[in-house]
């Protein structure tokens, strides 16, 4: 059990770029989540996959974010047209059906120039 | 009102002191309850869980739940300097998708020399 993994850990972009962001969850769980954290806020709530289905999206994804979950393992989340708005800590999240408990991967941190 | 409130601190303990962290929670239909702990620039670790009320204890940490009150808390007894973090609730209530967390602002805790 390594634990959920992100990548990049860090990246800097300048506004209206497209980045991607990847997680991989803990490999025998099969729920995921997407959070954002923000400087003295806790995580928000993104969006979540069971599976490969994405079965719940939170209003705070804009059309400009998309995530996949293509074969119900890795995850990714892109962001288009990128805003300074959207600097903050990209947390993902895994659990196992049955079990409630998320664990948390190390984030992203994104930084709009 | 705010889904989960928790007090912003910093809540200031001397070494070897317990500390005392509470949340409140307004969705009388949540159903299980976290806390994170938080170090500057990382990402959730896990603590605690509680999804009954009474008292859950765990080594130096002990959980607290009053659903009829709708309120959460954490003890941390013989704090240790390592123990300085911010300490995230988080509530859950199943969606019918999944088990999104709600989380509060959290609590800075300093311990001190």
């Known amino acids: 059990d390594t634990g959920v993994s992100q990548n990049p850990r860090h990246k800097i972009t300048k506004r209206g770029q497209n980045v991607t962001f990847r997680c991989d969850p803990i490999s025998e769980h099969n729920r995921l989540y997407w959070y954002r954290q923000t400087l003295g806020q806790g995580p928000e709530f993104l969006t979540y996959f069971q599976n490969e289905a994405q079965l719940e999206k939170s209003r705070l994804l804009s059309d400009r974010f998309s995530a996949e979950r293509p074969k119900g393992s890795f995850s990714t989340l892109e962001i288009q047209r990128t805003e300074q708005g959207d600097s903050a800590m990209y947390l993902c999240?895994?659990?196992?059906?049955?079990?409630?408990?998320?664990?948390f991967g190390p984030g992203t941190r994104l930084l709009v120039l | 009102q705010k889904e989960v409130e928790q007090n912003s601190g910093p809540l200031s303990v001397p070494e070897g002191a317990i500390a005392s962290l509470n949340c409140t929670y307004s969705d009388r239909g949540s159903q299980s309850f976290f806390w994170y702990r938080q170090y500057s620039g990382k990402s959730p670790e896990l603590i605690m869980s509680?999804?009954?009320?009474g008292d859950k204890e765990d080594g130096r940490f002990t959980a607290q739940l009053n659903k009829a009150s709708q309120y959460v808390s954490l003890l941390i007894r013989d704090s240790q300097p390592s123990d300085s973090a911010t300490y995230l609730c988080a509530v859950n209530k199943f969606t019918g998708g999944g088990n999104k967390l709600t989380f509060g602002t959290g609590t800075q805790l300093k311990v001190e020399l």
């Open positions: 509680i999804y009954s009320n």
């Open positions: 999240a895994s659990s196992w059906g049955g079990q409630e408990t998320q664990y």
